[in-house]
Structure formats: structure tokens, C-alpha cells
């Protein structure tokens, strides 16, 4: 046996005990320390042992694998359990809840496509389409038991995935890339009608409103097509999956994805244009002209309020507001004769141009208009979206 003392100045060796040579030499150069043994010390009323050096926490009574981090498989359980306790929403429930939170009706190819996604992915209907890079939000999270009627109420609801850029007449469905705060919605002119399309926005970049599709049939069917073209080929098995899902349902429900004539009809309906490049609809005699009349053209109305954002001091801002006042009470005076097109562009302009500046003169044109309009849902969305002070990149659920 070697000796094992306080002046035993030899070299450790680097395999200690483990060690296989038994040449005397290498023993009297080299010493074979054994490993030392763990404090062991017990907690007081449990028999389990505790090993005080490899515990993370030492101070507590309790045995090391408590304090240990969770495994994947326990990552795994958690998950399907938090999963597990959402109950999806029935059709007839979901209608009420989500013109009770949005303000506004889904149409009948909304549940459709939801139909397809409970299809596609059971347990995880919004992530249905991840191998497309979008997933679904808004009121589809009232049918996945995300957005709770007794526990999100109006207004934080008409804020929920709205997006900076957002006017009342768009209602988001999908959510893209989060870096260019990419989406797709409803676009509708009345909140009492259907929607009229589907159109898309980058807020991040822009305040346009992209067209989509006339349907979301139509506006996924496109989505999912394009990602084929730039899928790996692991990738497009489970893609061409989805759109066979997705052309299966829409041949079932008699969904026709091509059909642009109603988009067309909408297009001869717009009375301006509007700094989205949505145009604006609302009724309007051709004969008499009422029901529009132009307030300034729209580079005019940009350098103004360029001009307002930019002055340098608040002297030469309040002058340049002048002019924007004149403006704002013409467009009061419009809205007395009944050619509410005319303010309804204007604050939609101003809403687009994006600063809070304009938010008291936002606020003062277009909720009169809306009202005026027989459209007070979307001066209800209108105020909610501007008390929450939202920016550009904020948070955009509520949940």
C-alpha cells in the first residue's frame, strides 16, 4: 500500500486510481490519491441522503434531484399539458365572442379554414401552417381557447395583433415575419358588411395596404404555393401536404380562390385614393356629387404635415398647424353637408402619416366621420388604438 501523508511531496498521477502499472519505480515517483468521498449529511425528517457538493442548492433540505434543472421529456409533459387545458371553441359561441371582443362578423369561410387547420394539426390548430412561416391570431385565438370571454373584454380586444399602421377596416388573421411586422387581415369599408379582401402590411417599413386575395382561402392558397417554390425538399412533403388540405376544403365548401370579379366591383366603387393605396369607399350621387368632396390632393397634404413634423420650433409648428386647421374645420363643414368621403380621407391620411401629433386632430375628424357614416364600431377601434399609445415594434397581444 502506498503511504498517504500531509509530506508525501510526490507527483500526483494523472490517472490516480485508475492507474494500471505496477512497476515499483513508477509508484515511489508518482502518488495514487483516491478520490474523496462527498459529505454526505441527512435531512431532518426524510431518510434520503444529500451529496452537499454536487447539490446546486445546499441549503435547502431536500435531496439533489429537486433542485435539478427540468429534463426535456419534463419540458415536453409541461408543454402538452398547458396545451391540454385549452378548449377549443365551437362555431356558434366563437360567432358571438368575436363580435363581441372585434366588433365585427367572420364570414363563413373563416370557420372553414379553421376547419382545415384543426385538420392539419389536432392539438395545435394555429401553428398549422409554421412550415409556411405564418400562424394564425386574432379572432382565431377565440376558437383555440386563447382569447377568453371572461377574461379579455373590449377595448384591450380591438387591440389585440392591431398593428401600428392598422385603420378600424382591418381586422388581422395571420402573423408573419416579426422583423418586418408582416400580416394579413380583412379589409372591409363597412363594419356591418363582409369583408371585401384580403390585404397584406409590413409596419415596420410602411403604412401600404398590399391586396392579398379576395378570400383567405385565396390569400393562404398563394402563401402556401410560394413557400413550395423556396422549400427544401424535406420541407415541401409537408407543404404540398397543407395545400392539398387547404384546395381539398375549398372545393368542398365551393370556395372559388380565382374569382376576382367582386374585387373588381369594389374597385369601380372607390370615391379617393387614400395613403395606404387602399382607396375609400362610401356612397356617393354621381349626379349630385354628394356624399365626397376632395379636401386637399395628397402630396399637398403630405408636405403640410411633413412640415408640421418637422419645424424646428413650437412657434413654427403651431403656425404650420394653422393650415391643418383650416383643413380639419372644412372637413367639419363636409361632414354637416353630407360628403363625409372627403373628412373620412383625410383623417385616414393622417392616420397613415403615422405621428402622434395628429392624434387629437385624428380623433376629432374621423370619430364624427365614422359616426356620421353609420360605422361607430370602427370609431370605437379608432379611439382604443390610439389610448394605447401604440408604436412601431410594441406588443401587439393582449394575451
Same mark, same amino acid.
Given at each position: 500500500?502506498?503511504?498517504?501523508?500531509?509530506?508525501?511531496?510526490?507527483?500526483?498521477?494523472?490517472?490516480?486510481?485508475?492507474?494500471?502499472?505496477?512497476?515499483?519505480?513508477?509508484?515511489?515517483?508518482?502518488?495514487?490519491?483516491?478520490?474523496?468521498?462527498?459529505?454526505?449529511?441527512?435531512?431532518?425528517?426524510?431518510?434520503?441522503?444529500?451529496?452537499?457538493?454536487?447539490? &446546486?442548492?445546499?441549503?435547502?433540505?431536500?435531496?439533489?434531484?429537486?433542485?435539478?434543472?427540468?429534463?426535456?421529456?419534463?419540458?415536453?409533459?409541461?408543454?402538452?399539458?398547458?396545451?391540454?387545458?385549452?378548449?377549443?371553441?365551437?362555431?356558434?359561441?366563437?360567432?358571438?365572442?368575436?363580435?363581441?371582443?372585434?366588433?365585427?362578423?367572420?364570414?363563413?369561410?373563416?370557420?372553414?379554414?379553421?376547419?382545415?387547420?384543426?385538420?392539419?394539426?389536432?392539438?395545435?390548430?394555429?401553428?398549422?401552417?409554421?412550415?409556411?412561416?405564418? &400562424?394564425?391570431?386574432?379572432?382565431?385565438?377565440?376558437?383555440?381557447?386563447?382569447?377568453?370571454?371572461?377574461?379579455?373584454?373590449?377595448?384591450?380586444?380591438?387591440?389585440?395583433?392591431?398593428?401600428?399602421?392598422?385603420?378600424?377596416?382591418?381586422?388581422?388573421?395571420?402573423?408573419?415575419?416579426?422583423?418586418?411586422?408582416?400580416?394579413?387581415?380583412?379589409?372591409?369599408?363597412?363594419?356591418?358588411?363582409?369583408?371585401?379582401?384580403?390585404?397584406?402590411?409590413?409596419?415596420?417599413?410602411?403604412?401600404?395596404?398590399?391586396?392579398?386575395?379576395?378570400?383567405?382561402?385565396?390569400?393562404?392558397?398563394?402563401?402556401?404555393?410560394?413557400?413550395?417554390?423556396?422549400?427544401?425538399?424535406?420541407?415541401?412533403?409537408?407543404?404540398?401536404?397543407?395545400?392539398?388540405?387547404?384546395?381539398?376544403?375549398?372545393?368542398?365548401?365551393?370556395?372559388?380562390?380565382?374569382?376576382?370579379?367582386?374585387?373588381?366591383?369594389?374597385?369601380?366603387?372607390?370615391?379617393?385614393?387614400?395613403?395606404?393605396?387602399?382607396?375609400?369607399?362610401?356612397?356617393?350621387?354621381?349626379?349630385?356629387?354628394?356624399?365626397?368632396?376632395?379636401?386637399?390632393?395628397?402630396?399637398?397634404?403630405?408636405?403640410?404635415?411633413?412640415?408640421?413634423?418637422?419645424?424646428?420650433?413650437?412657434?413654427?409648428?403651431?403656425?404650420?398647424?394653422?393650415?391643418?386647421?383650416?383643413?380639419?374645420?372644412?372637413?367639419?363643414?363636409?361632414?354637416?353637408?353630407?360628403?363625409?368621403?372627403?373628412?373620412?380621407?383625410?383623417?385616414?391620411?393622417?392616420?397613415?402619416?403615422?405621428?402622434?401629433?395628429?392624434?387629437?386632430?385624428?380623433?376629432?375628424?374621423?370619430?364624427?366621420?365614422?359616426?356620421?357614416?353609420?360605422?361607430?364600431?370602427?370609431?370605437?377601434?379608432?379611439?382604443?388604438?390610439?389610448?394605447?399609445?401604440?408604436?412601431?415594434?410594441?406588443?401587439?397581444?393582449?394575451?
Amino acid at each position: 500500500m502506498e503511504r498517504m501523508d500531509a509530506s508525501d511531496d510526490r507527483v500526483p498521477c494523472k490517472y490516480g486510481p485508475l492507474c494500471y502499472q505496477k512497476n515499483e519505480a513508477h509508484h515511489k515517483k508518482f502518488k495514487h490519491e483516491k478520490k474523496k468521498s462527498p459529505e454526505i449529511r441527512t435531512s431532518p425528517g426524510r431518510n434520503e441522503a444529500v451529496d452537499v457538493e454536487s447539490s &446546486s442548492c445546499p441549503e435547502l433540505e431536500t435531496d439533489a434531484a429537486t433542485c435539478s434543472p427540468p429534463t426535456k421529456k419534463q419540458k415536453v409533459e409541461e408543454s402538452e399539458k398547458k396545451d391540454s387545458e385549452l378548449e377549443f371553441v365551437g362555431k356558434e359561441d366563437a360567432k358571438r365572442i368575436i363580435k363581441n371582443m372585434f366588433l365585427v362578423e367572420m364570414p363563413d369561410e373563416f370557420y372553414a379554414f379553421w376547419d382545415v387547420c384543426l385538420t392539419i394539426n389536432p392539438k395545435k390548430p394555429l401553428e398549422a401552417f409554421k412550415d409556411c412561416k405564418f &400562424s394564425l391570431v386574432g379572432p382565431f385565438e377565440v376558437l383555440a381557447g386563447v382569447l377568453k370571454e371572461n377574461e379579455h373584454q373590449v377595448p384591450y380586444t380591438l387591440t389585440h395583433w392591431r398593428y401600428f399602421y392598422d385603420p378600424p377596416e382591418v381586422q388581422t388573421l395571420l402573423r408573419g415575419d416579426d422583423q418586418k411586422q408582416l400580416h394579413w387581415g380583412y379589409y372591409r369599408d363597412d363594419p356591418n358588411e363582409m369583408p371585401s379582401y384580403v390585404v397584406s402590411n409590413a409596419a415596420a417599413e410602411d403604412c401600404i395596404l398590399k391586396d392579398a386575395g379576395l378570400s383567405l382561402f385565396a390569400t393562404v392558397d398563394f402563401l402556401v404555393a410560394s413557400s413550395l417554390k423556396s422549400a427544401d425538399p424535406f420541407s415541401k412533403v409537408k407543404i404540398m401536404r397543407l395545400q392539398t388540405a387547404l384546395q381539398k376544403k375549398a372545393k368542398e365548401e365551393k370556395i372559388n380562390m380565382h374569382d376576382k370579379s367582386e374585387f373588381f366591383a369594389r374597385k369601380r366603387k372607390i370615391v379617393c385614393p387614400a395613403f395606404h393605396k387602399g382607396g375609400l369607399v362610401v356612397k356617393c350621387d354621381k349626379k349630385t356629387k354628394v356624399g365626397y368632396r376632395k379636401m386637399e390632393t395628397e402630396t399637398n397634404l403630405k408636405k403640410l404635415l411633413d412640415k408640421v413634423c418637422g419645424a424646428e420650433t413650437e412657434e413654427r409648428r403651431n403656425k404650420e398647424m394653422e393650415a391643418l386647421d383650416s383643413l380639419i374645420t372644412y372637413a367639419n363643414i363636409a361632414n354637416d353637408e353630407c360628403d363625409f368621403g372627403g373628412p373620412l380621407e383625410l383623417g385616414i391620411n393622417m392616420f397613415c402619416h403615422g405621428n402622434e401629433l395628429f392624434h387629437p386632430q385624428i380623433m376629432g375628424v374621423l370619430v364624427a366621420t365614422y359616426q356620421l357614416l353609420g360605422r361607430p364600431q370602427y370609431a370605437e377601434i379608432l379611439k382604443a388604438h390610439i389610448k394605447s399609445g401604440r408604436k412601431k415594434g410594441s406588443a401587439l397581444s393582449i394575451v
